[in-house]
């Protein structure tokens, strides 16, 4: 079964940094894209910050500057370093791994770790 294990969420007090660890398993096939996705209190959940095979990273306008999303292949692991953050950063972000594209493809998400940032 594929899961995905999330870590370094936590709380960090304004223009902190912290950097989100995601590793993947359990596919019977290379994970075509990773990404992070976060979900603020009272709103819906958005895109962060996503890799797809063969292409450049897609980054919410909201975050570009601030954070750097990178995986480590042949692990299947998807970190975000998040740096200068602020209050309206404060959300619980969840891994988002999918194993083929298009309709072939499933999506799978992690459990979501909280990261809270402190005025």
């Known amino acids: 079964q594929v899961q995905l294990v999330e870590s370094g969420g936590g709380l960090v007090q304004d223009g902190g940094s912290l950097r989100l660890s995601c590793a993947a398993s359990g596919s019977l096939f290379s994970f075509n894209a990773m990404g992070w996705y976060r979900q603020a209190p009272g709103k819906q959940r958005e895109l962060v910050a996503r890799l797809t095979n063969g292409a450049s990273p897609n980054y919410a306008d909201s975050v570009k500057g601030r954070f750097t999303i990178s995986r480590d292949g042949p692990r299947n692991t998807v970190y975000l370093q998040m740096d200068s953050l602020k209050s309206w950063d404060t959300a619980v972000y969840y891994c988002?791994?999918?194993?083929?594209?298009?309709?072939?493809?499933?999506?799978?998400w992690g459990q979501g770790t909280q990261v809270t940032v402190s005025s």
């Open positions: 988002y791994a999918r194993d083929r594209p298009g309709w072939r493809g499933t999506d799978y």
